[in-house]
């Protein structure tokens, strides 16, 4: 074998020799034809025999018929030049070439033989071509396929339908859309091109394009579950809450009986299970509510881990994707204004299933006649006894049961007791409060928006202002809502866009210091109460803690001393105080402290957003983007001197002489004054995002390309601080400061040694995210789409462990067209699509850290001095909860596209959940957070909609939502062994499903009336035994539902559409608490199936509701508490809810005209309109105490 070695470098010359030789001959023949015909051409004529037209073909046969000259050229090179005028007479043939072809465009050469060879001119550079691709109503659609035909150059449109692509002239531009008909266009010498594509005969409904956050790209080459939410739904529905217009919508996602939302059930026991909400690419800390409904374009829920996984450790629990609207390139201006009311009647506390008046009664009767007069639970002790403040025994007393006690004392005669019995029975202040305290929820809006664009710019800007008047006197919230957001051509490859948001809150709530008297769980005299803690105040605090039969104004309109808890705070005790010297009386009255309330919250935010993009080459840009978020709030809570609160502290920490019981005068810890509670917080987040994008298509459409990959920083900043001013002057606005030492004894406390609690506090948090991230799509012949995507999260919040950093998430897909395979041009089965996923997301708890924290404190009294808690343990193995997720999706349309939906089944394995273990009690806890859960969930999602009819002028679709979701512990280290919690559902117990509620088993009535329970080894204990066993309590069912959907009819006829909404939960439970208990809590109304309590013997044949107990020992009572907490009181919350019908009108074009407007829409809706219940009691399980009130909005919307 001989082998010969060839200088590289010679090699090279030799080519770029032979290069040169032959570009140089070319170009001197050409030269030498273009710019003389040359001498041969010169001399030589045709002639023409008529006026006429003809083709460059024709033209070339005519010399050819008269000359010997042959042409050579590649067949169809002329087919896109105009015809030629030729005139009759003879003419040269260089002046006819010279007619005929432009010299600009074609190279003609001279070859042996008389053979003239045509060739077009090679061009070295290609012209930029643009526009704007947008669908027969002028909207631009968002990933076209824009590729020139016979190449592989391809690319697709953005956001706004833009596109830029490098063609030739006469080079043929391919349009290509599901659901539209393609489009060629020819490239002539224009560079902008705006193309109208027209829907094809098997038109599918939308045309949906999904957005992740980091990219949008079209549904039908995702492989990931999506769920959207479009605008026309979004705009249909009005609602100053963006999320409650999710609801109902998509399958997949429900809420919980706190409105929270679950995308396909919970998927952590302890950490955060909201989902991520994500607005124009960032994650958002701000109050949602700084989000205008009206600015929305579309929401896409990502279900998946191919759909979320990009989201990496905050996408466990599904992401919220949304896209605020833009402006219009090459749009005219664009104003929009509208307006909308919305109405809540008051609640009804009728409908509250309470007894009337005479029930109340005789409850309360039968309770003193159970009673034992001298130390029973109602005694002759229990008036008011000035003893009791110096031993702090304030007994609970009762309108009914005062009234008895004092003809038990002989301070009235049976005949007064009657009647005041009788006055009590005929006294109902339900109505008095709804007319005092409530009043109807009044919600109006007013949006104004404006937007257009040139070819190098666009913008929309938006203000709205919402004035809400809450149910509660005197509470009501205004808000303005400003958004400015645009985008620009720096140069041709440079792009820039941004955006601001900014919105203030003013909200006046009353409740802060209502509830300070009304809620249950709060020792309305303990003054070391949280700032702001306690209750929401609202009408089921109302009848639970005020009996219906004391007034609250006389009939003078003079405040009524109301009983709620405490003799001490009669008018007889209030009198007594006044008497000894103390500085305020102690009489509680609803009305008073509602116009007493002074406490209001301002909240200002911002946020801005701002990137570049640059065109590196043809379908691969780098992007850069940055995101700020600013939000301050500030509450201000004023008690006046003359409120429930700031009275009874200054009483109750001033040093009293207990031989006299008067106040020892210059003792008082508490200035004279106001009580002014501040608080305030500062949130702030910057995001800093740098991506390279790559969308491309090849080979006539064949291959299609697209990819992200990425890098992200993140941090967020927590910044709050309280205090409290004692003895304040609204007027002068001065404060005194309080007498920090001890104060003993006390009125209230005794000799119990007392001071003034500190309610200054201050906190701060900063937490830093650091991400890399890619995502990339394949898809061949629009038939096999393969996806895969990656992401590596490192946070503070993670331990020092090494083996728990730089664990990357990650997601494959894969998608299959069959339709292209087996069903081309199917009238049956017009689109089949399945999907597959697996991959990994996360979530972190931002609650728990991996470092030791302590809480420092000034101890109260006798800890006096410097004191600390600790928090959280240190955890250098904390980690994030990780979820690994497979889906699995089949997407149909049928029948000329009449039929269209989905259905997928998921699994969802979460493991390394945080829980509560616990730990050594010599650490200061008795229990940490640490990663040793796992828990399966596993569901099917399913859609279908239908075009009923579907006419020029009537329209019918109806669509149907429905979702299973089971959800598994399969393992946790420690289970509580609190058996409130079981009761509770907050225990994590493995084979049950997350908040799932657990029971004392039920074993009917004894022949008294008693309640009996079951133990786990079938022993019948009676109301007097203790059960502390978990084992002896039953497992009912999770309190999360099931089985949950919608289902949705619209109808159109001409200018006028009707809308309705009709959702379902199944599956779950609820305890039921709106049942006669018999309860120590004299206050409490009793419910009205008090009448059917067992009261003879026998009854406990027809009736599962208790009598009274025996006697009142804790021990008697002991079962009844029981009894509440047990299945007889669950029962099962499936119900089906009317939830929403919309009515519509849309003027027509004729009427528009003549008003000088582009639109004008009014509407009707109505929400939570009926209920369907399958319970017992026949009640709303989300809403059992009150039902839920329906609401009627009117809108009316116009543009110009």
């Avoid at 076209?144 to 339908?161: C, I, L, P, Q």
């Avoid at 999506?226 to 809420?255: M, P």
């Avoid at 409290?724 to 609204?730: C, H, I, S, V, W």
């Avoid at 995502?775 to 096999?784: G, R, V």
């Amino acid at each position: 074998m001989e082998i010969k070695l060839t200088n590289v470098f010679f090699s090279i010359g030799k080519r770029l020799l032979k290069t040169i030789m032959k570009t140089f001959i070319l170009l001197v023949c050409t030269s030498v034809f273009a710019m003389s015909p040359g001498s041969t051409f010169s001399q030589e004529k045709v002639t023409i025999d008529a006026d006429k037209k003809v083709s460059v073909d024709e033209v070339f046969r005519i010399i050819d018929q008269q000359t010997n000259y042959a042409f050579i050229y590649q067949k169809g090179i002329f087919n896109n030049l105009p015809k030629v005028q030729l005139r009759k007479g003879v003419i040269r043939i260089n002046k006819l070439l010279e007619q005929t072809l432009s010299k600009d465009d074609y190279v003609v050469i001279i070859g042996a033989n008389n053979n003239i060879i045509v060739k077009r001119k090679f061009k070295i550079q290609t012209q930029k071509i643009s526009g704007k691709v947008t669908d027969e109503f002028g909207d631009a659609l968002i990933g076209v396929s824009v590729f020139v035909k016979g190449t592989n150059r391809g690319t697709a449109t953005d956001f706004d339908g833009l596109y830029e692509i490098n063609a030739d002239e006469n080079e043929v531009l391919v349009f290509s859309y599901l659901g539209y008909l393609d489009k060629e266009l020819t490239i002539g010498q224009d560079v902008i091109y705006d193309v109208k594509m027209k829907t094809s005969s098997l038109e599918l409904d939308t045309i949906e394009i999904v957005s992740t956050g980091y990219q949008t790209l079209p549904k039908e080459r995702s492989t990931g579950s999506f769920e959207r939410v479009n605008e026309k739904t979004l705009d249909l529905k009005v609602n100053q809450n963006i999320f409650a217009k999710i609801e109902g919508e998509v399958a997949g996602v429900t809420t919980d009986s706190d409105g929270n939302f679950i995308v396909r059930g919970l998927s952590s026991i302890s950490a955060n299970t909201n989902p991520l909400v994500v607005v124009d690419g960032f994650p958002i800390e701000q109050d949602f509510s700084s989000i205008n409904p009206n600015d929305v374009a579309s929401i896409t829920i990502l279900k998946d881990a191919a759909a979320a996984s990009i989201w990496g450790i905050r996408a466990t629990n599904g992401v919220i994707v949304i896209v605020t609207k833009k402006g219009s390139r090459n749009g005219k201006l664009k104003i929009n204004a509208s307006l909308n009311t919305s109405i809540t009647p008051e609640a009804d506390l009728f409908d509250a299933r309470l007894g009337d008046p005479a029930t109340q009664v005789a409850y309360q009767t039968a309770w003193f006649n159970r009673s034992n007069p001298t130390s029973g639970f109602y005694n002759v002790n229990q008036l008011f006894n000035p003893n009791d403040f110096q031993t702090g025994a304030l007994p609970v007393i009762n309108p009914v049961g005062e009234t008895l006690l004092r003809q038990l004392r002989g301070d009235i005669t049976a005949s007064e007791a009657q009647t005041r019995l009788q006055n009590l029975s005929n006294t109902d202040n339900r109505r008095e409060f709804l007319n005092l305290i409530h009043r109807p929820a009044i919600w109006n809006q007013y949006n104004f928006s404006a937007s257009g664009g040139t070819e190098i710019y666009n913008f929309r800007s938006s203000i709205s202002y919402n004035k809400n008047q809450k149910e509660t006197i005197g509470t009501d919230r205004s808000q303005f809502v400003i958004n400015f957001t645009n985008s620009f051509n720096i140069s041709s490859k440079l792009t820039g866009r941004a955006s601001v948001n900014f919105s203030q809150t003013k909200e006046n709530f009353a409740n802060g210091t209502i509830n300070a008297g009304l809620s249950p769980l709060r020792n309305i005299g303990n003054i070391d109460d949280d700032f702001l803690s306690g209750s929401s105040y609202d009408p089921v605090s109302f009848l639970n803690n005020v009996p219906i039969t004391s007034r609250i104004l006389d009939n003078n309109g003079n405040y009524v001393p109301m009983p709620f808890g405490l003799s001490a705070y009669s008018a007889e005790a209030s009198q007594y105080l006044l008497d000894q010297g103390y500085s305020y009386g102690s009489t509680y009255n609803i009305k008073q402290e509602l116009d007493n309330a002074n406490n209001t919250s301002r909240q200002t935010a911002l946020r801005l957003q701002t990137g570049l993009n640059y065109k590196i080459l043809e379908g691969l840009d780098f992007d850069a983007s940055y995101q700020y978020e600013w939000s301050h709030l500030r509450l201000r809570d004023l008690h006046n001197e003359t409120s429930f609160y700031t009275r009874t502290r200054v009483n109750n920490l001033t040093e009293v002489d207990l031989s006299s019981g008067s106040p020892i005068v210059g003792t008082k810890a508490i200035p004279d004054g106001g009580i002014l509670d501040l608080f305030g917080r500062v949130e702030k987040s910057h995001t800093f995002r740098s991506q390279l994008n790559y969308n491309k298509t090849f080979s006539d459409n064949k291959h299609r390309v697209a990819a992200i990959a990425g890098y992200e920083v993140r941090k967020t900043i927590l910044d709050q601080n309280s205090d409290r001013k004692y003895g304040f002057n609204e007027q002068s606005l001065v404060s005194s400061p309080p007498n920090v030492g001890q104060v003993n004894p006390t009125i209230q406390f005794g000799s119990l040694d007392r001071q003034v609690p500190d309610r200054s506090s201050i906190y701060f948090e900063e937490n830093r995210f650091i991400s890399y991230y890619a995502n990339a799509s394949y898809t061949y012949d629009n038939t096999y789409t393969l996806s895969a995507s990656t992401r590596l999260d490192d946070t503070n919040l993670f331990g020092a462990s090494d083996k728990y950093k730089n664990i990357p998430l990650y997601s494959l897909g894969l998608k299959w067209n069959i339709t292209n395979n087996f069903f081309v041009n199917n009238e049956t089965i017009n689109s089949l699509q399945f999907r597959a996923t697996y991959g990994t997301n996360g979530n972190v708890d931002r609650t728990t850290s991996p470092f030791l924290i302590i809480n420092n404190f000034i101890g109260f009294p006798p800890f006096n001095g410097p004191s600390s808690t600790i928090t959280s343990l240190p955890n250098p193995e904390l980690r994030l909860e990780k979820t690994r997720a497979l889906n699995l999706g089949l997407d149909y349309t049928l029948f000329n596209n009449t039929v269209k939906g989905s259905i997928e089944y998921y699994i969802k394995d979460s493991e390394d959940l945080l829980a509560v273990t616990s730990v050594n009690p010599t650490l200061g806890v008795a229990g940490s957070l640490i990663n040793n859960g796992t828990l399966r969930n596993e569901g099917i999602d399913a859609n279908l909609s239908l075009k009923v009819i579907n006419t020029d002028n009537f329209k019918y679709t109806t669509t149907g939502n429905f979702s299973i979701n089971t959800n598994t512990l399969k393992k946790v280290d420690v289970v509580s062994n609190d058996l409130f919690d079981y009761l509770l559902g907050e225990v994590a117990v493995p084979g049950a499903s997350l908040r799932t509620l657990y029971s004392y088993n039920f074993g009917g009535l004894d022949r008294n009336g008693a309640p009996q329970f079951v133990t786990n080894d079938g022993r019948i204990l009676d109301a007097r035994a203790f059960i502390d066993d978990s084992e002896d309590l039953i497992e009912e069912a999770s309190v999360i539902p099931k089985y949950y959907g919608s289902w949705i009819n619209n109808f159109e006829y001409k200018n006028l559409y009707l809308r309705t909404l009709t959702s379902f939960k199944a599956g779950h439970i609820f305890r039921f608490g709106n049942t006669y208990i018999p309860s120590a809590r004299a206050l409490s109304n009793v419910p009205a199936d008090f009448a059917n309590r067992w009261q003879n013997p026998g009854d406990e044949n027809i009736t599962n509701i208790p009598a009274f107990p025996e006697d009142e020992s804790n021990s008697s009572l002991l079962g009844y508490q029981q009894y509440q907490f047990s299945d007889e009181l669950v029962d099962t919350a499936a119900h089906i809810r009317l939830s929403q019908v919309s009515l519509g009108y849309n003027f027509k074009e004729a009427i528009l005209n003549k008003l000088g407007m582009s639109t004008l829409s009014i509407g009707l809706q109505a929400d939570n309109i009926a209920v369907w219940n399958f319970n017992k009691w026949d009640v709303d399980p989300e809403s059992s105490f009150i039902p839920r009130r329906a609401t009627y909005t009117f809108n009316i919307s116009a543009s110009f």
